[in-house]
């Protein structure tokens, strides 16, 4: 005779076998249980998941403003560089030496391509190479304030360019062997340009347009022959801005500069 307990511990065998059945055919959910072998998403798949639906559901991000200079745009045409041909361009491009693995954007120069007076600096700070433009930070700022408040004329008036094209990293002066690759651009700008007068901010454009020439302080005031121009060397706006005594002798040149080009005629 079969005991009762056997036949219930029969029965719940049966039992448990059907609904294995069952849930391995698909044909049975019970809340709370899992069928055998279901397929489990790893921790790293469903986050990597969320994170992709994230980004995708996300509203596109807005492309970055254009950097913000103190020295507005000029007011230039838009075949302001025409006269140089394919000069900007290869500027541009240029790989001649290891500032061009640093650089944002080269900057060629802007202004009127057929001025009397160049200014030439050094190489392009932070605001210029951000933005392509030629003293458009602090140091720009008051070298136009140099130029419309002191000598009267305009930003368009005049040409603004560097000695190098591409900014050395962290600011520094740049290196003899950038000067001189970058030389033969600034001698294709001034033959387009032909300037009467040439302003050197600074001892490494000074060095740039006249060679070998002793520190700024020595030679700035006076009047060198270069390029088929006369050249002035005079000090640098960064330095003014950290000097403000050495303002008095640039005005000194600047006027001096004012009388070569009312003489030149």
């Known amino acids: 005779m079969t005991h009762p307990r056997d036949e219930v511990r029969a029965l719940a065998r049966s039992l448990r076998l059907l609904l294995a ?3 391995e055919a698909g044909a049975l959910d019970i809340p709370g249980t899992r069928a055998p072998n279901a397929p ?5 798949t469903a986050a990597l998941a969320a994170t992709a639906a994230a980004a995708h559901a996300a509203p596109q991000r807005a492309a970055p403003a254009p950097h913000a200079t103190l020295v507005p745009p000029l007011d230039l045409p838009s075949e302001a560089l025409a006269p140089f041909g394919d000069l900007p361009a290869r500027v541009a491009r240029c790989t001649l030496c290891v500032l061009c693995k640093t650089r944002t954007t080269t900057v060629f120069g802007e202004g009127n391509a057929a001025a009397r007076l160049v200014f030439c600096g050094e190489g392009p700070g932070f605001d210029e190479d951000r933005s392509g433009r030629p003293f458009v930070g602090r140091a720009g ?16 008036d005049v040409f603004i360019l560097n000695a190098v094209k591409c900014r050395p990293p962290d600011n520094r002066t740049p290196a003899p062997d950038e000067i001189a690759a970058c030389r033969p651009f600034l001698t294709e700008q001034l033959a387009v340009i032909r300037p009467s007068v040439i302003v050197a901010l600074g001892n490494p454009a000074s060095q740039a347009l006249l060679g070998t020439v002793p520190g700024i302080t020595k030679i700035r005031g006076r009047i060198f022959e270069a390029f088929g121009a006369k050249v002035v060397p005079t000090y640098h706006p960064a330095y003014l801005l950290r000097n403000p005594e050495g303002k008095r002798d640039t005005w000194a040149d600047l006027q001096l500069v004012m009388r070569l080009i009312a003489g030149a005629g």
Do not use: N, Q, Y
Request: proline share 4%; hydrophobic share 40%.
């Open 141 to 156: 700022e008051l070298l136009s304030d140099m130029i419309v408040k002191g000598m009267k004329m305009r930003r368009e």
């Open 40 to 44: 489990t998403a790893l921790p790293e």
């Open 21 to 23: 059945s069952e849930r």
